[in-house]
């Protein structure tokens, strides 16, 4: 289950003082979404990191993904 501490660090930072009027079920669920929601984020970033590399000349594309860590 999410706790108030997970929850925090999912968002990096304080919570809002309505998070303690939520069941345990909610924060759970809460949790599971925030969760989803940077897997989906992540991956996006990837799809547009790559989507812009199509812009490097192709000689380059190797080099380029290296600089940035993929």
Excluded at 13 to 21: E, F, H, Q, R
Excluded at 47 to 70: F, H, I, S, T
Aim: net charge neutral.
């Amino acid at each position: 289950m999410a706790t108030k501490h997970s929850l925090a660090g999912q968002l990096g930072g304080a919570l809002p003082a309505g998070i303690d009027a939520l069941s345990e079920e909610e924060k759970a669920l809460l949790g599971e979404v925030f969760g989803e929601a940077r897997q989906r984020q992540s991956a996006e970033l990837v799809r547009a990191v790559e989507d812009g590399l199509k812009y490097v000349p192709a000689l380059l594309r190797g080099a380029v993904r290296r600089a940035v860590g993929l």
